[in-house]
Each structure stands twice: as structure tokens, then as C-alpha cells.
């Protein structure tokens, strides 16, 4: 097994992905200093995860990918099952996953996926890569990007801000609730949003980072 550093860094470089990951974006999500992160890279390259070109950015080779993807699937895994077993809400659960994850065994990850019946998504909507890295196609629409009076099923919320996901709760805007957008703010920007028994306006910032699909797909 990885490192936690490496595998924090392959993982992170396929979240920014997939091609062209800058240095500085790697160094910010990371909160480490942009030298460290251009040294790891250098590392990760020698090593034939990563592929650098120098001014342009990283990318994950094969091997590279394979290796993240395992990290992705033992995070929503260890966040399916820290949700469904300790009931944690949905806000707590990035974290403790960030904990957990560099130290599941695949035997146990094995086990944990059979006993929650091999989940195809986690609590936020993400979809959990397969045993052999095999990721379904994302075929889910920005929020910010939807027309008006289309019916909408939310897919995916956020899940490294607590603050955003709480808001998110309150206002009851979680994977699997129905919305419409029924106006649209031109001039201070964000969207209008009616729910079942209720409506909200939602920042531009926030329906960017929210995941829907049409009600009848």
C-alpha cells in the first residue's frame, strides 16, 4: 500500500483532473506549500503514476488512476457505512473517511462493500468506483446549468465544506429530493428554487456545486 502522502496526492490529482492539474490548484486543495507539491509530483513522475509537462500540468498515468480510484472507493465505502451504521449526517462524514481510509485492508473493504450491498453511490451522491477501478459514467447535470420549470431530482451535494452541507440540509436540498427552478436573479445572480413545501434562492456559487438529473431519466 501507498503512503498516505502518495495516496493523498494521486487522489487529489484525479479530483482536479483529469488533465492539466496545476501545482498551485494540487498545493490549495492539499493546504501544503506549492514547492512540496511540485516536489511530490516529481516524485509521483519518477515513480510512472504521474505524467507532468512542465508550464502545462498533471495527469494520472494508468497505474496512477488505478491506485486513486482505490482510494476513492475505500473513502465512500468507509462514508456509506459510517452514515448507514453511526447514522453520522452527511456533514461529518469527509472527514472521518479522510481518517479511515488510508488504513482499510482490502479484505476488509471487501466485507464493508458486501454488508452494505455494494452501493453504487455514497451519502453525497458520488458515485464509489468498483473493485477494479471501473467508475460508471457520470451523466449528472450542473444545478446552475438547468432551464427553467424542468423537474429535477438532485444526485450530488458537496461534500469537503461542513458549513455548505448543513446549509444544504436546512434547507432540505439532499440527494434524492425533487426541485424546480423557477426564476433565475439577473442582476445579483443565483437561481430560485421550489421544493415540495417550500422554495429557496440559491447563490450561483452553491447550484455550481450541486449535482441534479431530470426527474424522468
Keep these: 500500500m501507498d503512503s498516505v502522502a502518495v495516496e493523498n496526492y494521486l487522489k487529489s490529482i484525479w479530483e482536479l483532473g483529469p488533465d492539466d492539474v496545476a501545482t498551485q490548484d494540487l498545493a490549495q486543495l492539499l493546504n501544503v506549500a506549492p514547492a512540496s507539491a511540485t516536489k511530490m509530483v516529481q516524485r509521483l513522475t519518477e515513480r510512472?503514476?504521474?505524467?507532468?509537462?512542465p508550464y502545462k500540468g498533471a495527469s494520472l498515468t494508468s497505474e496512477g488512476r488505478r491506485r486513486a480510484l482505490s482510494v476513492v472507493r475505500r473513502h465512500r465505502l468507509l462514508e456509506t457505512f459510517l452514515s448507514q451504521t453511526l447514522d453520522?449526517?452527511?456533514?461529518?462524514l469527509h472527514e472521518e473517511?479522510?481518517?479511515?481510509e488510508h488504513g482499510l485492508s482490502t479484505e476488509l473493504e471487501t466485507v464493508i462493500a458486501n454488508?452494505?450491498?455494494?452501493p453504487e453511490r455514497d451519502?453525497?451522491?458520488?458515485?464509489?468506483p468498483g473493485p477494479n477501478g471501473e467508475?460508471?459514467?457520470d451523466e449528472d447535470l450542473l444545478l446552475s446549468d438547468c432551464s427553467l420549470n424542468q423537474y429535477l431530482v438532485v444526485t450530488?451535494?458537496?461534500d469537503r465544506d461542513p458549513e455548505l452541507l448543513t446549509w444544504l440540509e436546512k434547507n432540505g436540498i439532499f440527494p434524492g429530493i425533487k426541485l424546480k427552478i423557477v426564476s433565475r436573479d439577473d442582476f445579483g445572480g443565483g437561481i430560485n428554487v421550489s421544493l415540495e413545501d417550500s422554495s429557496i434562492q440559491i447563490s450561483t456559487s452553491v447550484a455550481n456545486e450541486v449535482y441534479v438529473k431530470l426527474e424522468n431519466d
Excluded at 451519502?123 to 464509489?128: A, L
Design 48 to 53: 510512472g503514476l504521474v505524467k507532468h509537462i
Design 88 to 92: 453520522l449526517g452527511r456533514e461529518q
Design 97 to 100: 473517511a479522510e481518517n479511515l
Design 115 to 118: 454488508y452494505l450491498g455494494n
Design 123 to 128: 451519502p453525497h451522491g458520488h458515485p464509489i
Design 135 to 137: 467508475l460508471p459514467i
Design 156 to 158: 450530488q451535494v458537496p
